[in-house]
């Protein structure tokens, strides 16, 4: 699992994405309707990604973010001094118990950036509080969208054999 929080003049946004054993991906996103700071969208991206883990029966899990803080606070390397943040550090602590095995690492904010961009689509974009807003699926195109078109097109025309071009 990955997670991130973003948090800007725009607003708050969370995200978070399980990926499967085979290299499947389960985006997660969320948008923060209240004041928080980094850190607590970073915790709240966690959690949200911790319960969507849980609800999925997965029970051993390796968790990665690019909040030291958060990473090295949720393995106990770190003390909680920020009282905002306890509150956040027990309901992670408490949801740990769910699984059998656990491991949190730290890695940079450039190998995270499907969290990233899915938490900074949620702090831009605003939505009411009914709407709901399906998963998102991203395909990834080896070619240009004009190059399948020419394809088909070439399909659709008789072949012509020119006499004359080989010296005939």
């Known amino acids: 699992m990955?997670?991130?929080?973003?948090?800007?003049?725009?607003?708050?946004?969370?995200?978070?994405?399980?990926?499967?054993?085979?290299?499947?991906?389960y985006?997660?996103?969320?948008?923060l309707?209240?004041?928080?700071?980094?850190?607590?969208?970073?915790?709240?991206?966690?959690?949200?990604?911790?319960?969507?883990a849980i609800e999925r029966n997965i029970k051993i899990l390796e968790v990665y973010g690019d909040s030291a803080l958060v990473i090295y606070q949720i393995r106990g390397e770190w003390e909680v001094r920020d009282s905002k943040l306890i509150k956040y550090s027990d309901l992670v602590a408490g949801l740990i118990k769910e699984f059998k095995?656990?491991?949190?690492?730290?890695?940079?904010?450039?190998e995270n950036q499907l969290a990233d961009a899915l938490a900074t689509l949620a702090s831009m974009f605003k939505a009411s509080r009914e709407a709901e807003i399906m998963p998102l699926k991203m395909s990834i195109y080896e070619v240009p969208a004009h190059c399948c078109s020419i394809e088909?097109?070439?399909?659709?025309?008789?072949?012509?054999?020119?006499?004359?071009?080989?010296?005939k």
């Open 2 to 25: 990955c997670f991130d929080g973003a948090s800007n003049t725009l607003g708050h946004g969370i995200g978070a994405i399980l990926v499967s054993p085979n290299g499947n991906h």
């Open 27 to 31: 985006p997660f996103t969320a948008r």
């Open 152 to 167: 088909k097109e070439l399909l659709k025309q008789p072949i012509k054999i020119l006499r004359g071009s080989l010296g």
């Open 101 to 110: 095995e656990i491991a949190f690492h730290y890695f940079p904010r450039e």
């Open 33 to 52: 309707n209240f004041f928080c700071t980094n850190n607590i969208a970073e915790y709240e991206a966690c959690i949200m990604g911790l319960r969507a």
